[in-house]
């Protein structure tokens, strides 16, 4: 099998599993956007999902982002990139530039910085405030006892756009409860859109409300 044929043949196959879970659930199969997270992989992989018509990917690094994107975007305008790694506030300014949609917004001095990037550019790419449900010390995000103010911060004084949460479990723990937690948060501040569940876990994220899922290796094969 071609590296093509194999890229739409596990899409074609996740998609189905994706629609089998929102059914359970009393969704609708489009109530359910699948980043293919493409990080590491290489243009022609991009470009063989993209026959396969998926239009939405997930980046990890601004810098590989700006090295295979700028031409695809060009080619599919309708292309939606999203940045799901870390952001540094050196970076704000490419990712303002390039990314649809920020999923890692995780402290105040990145939301400042943002703010005042879209300000200068007049675009404004739609953005998920990162928890760290686990309170894990070495992985970023918000601790869930902060993100109540730190929504009012970027929605009252900063004026951002943000229409959701996105969560990474512990890799050691179940995911259900974390999923639950970013769901009630969500809830409690108003926001639609829920970025959880990876290549092991989205049937259970989509079973917790999960509105973007994520995922990587189950498309593209091990990196």
């Given amino acids: ?4 044929a194999h890229i739409a043949a596990n899409l074609t196959e996740i998609r ?3 629609a089998r879970a929102a059914h359970e659930h009393g969704r609708g199969p489009h109530d359910v956007t699948l980043v293919a997270v493409s990080k590491t992989h290489p243009a022609d992989a991009v470009a063989a999902a993209i026959n396969a018509g998926q239009l939405v990917f997930g980046e990890n690094r601004v810098q590989e982002a700006q090295a295979k994107f700028p031409d695809l975007k060009a ?3 309708t292309l939606e990139l999203h940045l799901i790694g870390p952001l540094q506030s050196n970076k704000v300014r490419e990712a303002v530039a390039l990314f649809d949609v920020i999923e890692t917004l995780d402290r105040e001095k990145l939301a400042r910085a943002l703010a005042d990037e879209m300000e200068k550019q007049k675009r ?12 894990e010390p070495q992985k970023a995000g918000i601790n869930p006892s902060a993100v109540d103010d730190f929504v009012k911060l970027c929605h009252d004084e900063l004026q951002l756009p943000v229409i ?13 409860p974390h999923f639950a937690l970013l ?3 969500a809830r409690r501040n108003g926001f639609g859109c829920l970025s959880m569940g990876m290549s092991g876990d989205y049937e259970t994220a ?5 509105t973007h899922v994520r995922i990587g290796t189950a498309i593209f094969g091990q990196r």
């Fill in 75 to 77: 080619a599919h305008p």
């Fill in 164 to 176: 959701g949460l996105m969560c990474i479990p512990p890799h050691d723990q179940h995911p259900a």
């Fill in 1 to 4: 099998m071609t590296i093509n």
């Fill in 183 to 185: 769901r009630e948060m």
């Fill in 16 to 18: 189905s599993r994706i």
């Fill in 206 to 210: 989509i079973a917790f409300g999960a």
């Fill in 124 to 135: 404004r790419p739609a953005l998920f405030i990162q928890v760290n449900t686990g309170e």
